[in-house]
């Protein structure tokens, strides 16, 4: 086998591995994450790319329902009347 030989048949190897390997596996986009946003000053809980929950200095935001099982006590200090709760 000569030079030109050998350079073309290792192309043509490396062209089908490399065919081969783009189409069998394509990176999944992640269905959950968690990201910290530094600008807004917040953490955004994202599942299937829409944004279910948001930690934030005013509070936890969330969309839907929020399911437990326990007790939920609140220790936070009592709130002036006609002041907003999420206030600072």
Known sequence: MTRVQFLVATAALLALA?????LAEKPETARVMIVPDQKEGAV???I???EQARIDATGLHVV???NYGGALTDTGRPQAEGQDSNAR
């Not at 490399?18 to 783009?22: E, H, K, N, W």
């Open 44 to 46: 955004r809980f994202v």
């Open 18 to 22: 490399g065919g081969s390997l783009a």
């Open 48 to 50: 299937d790319g829409q």
């Open 64 to 66: 839907g329902d929020i």
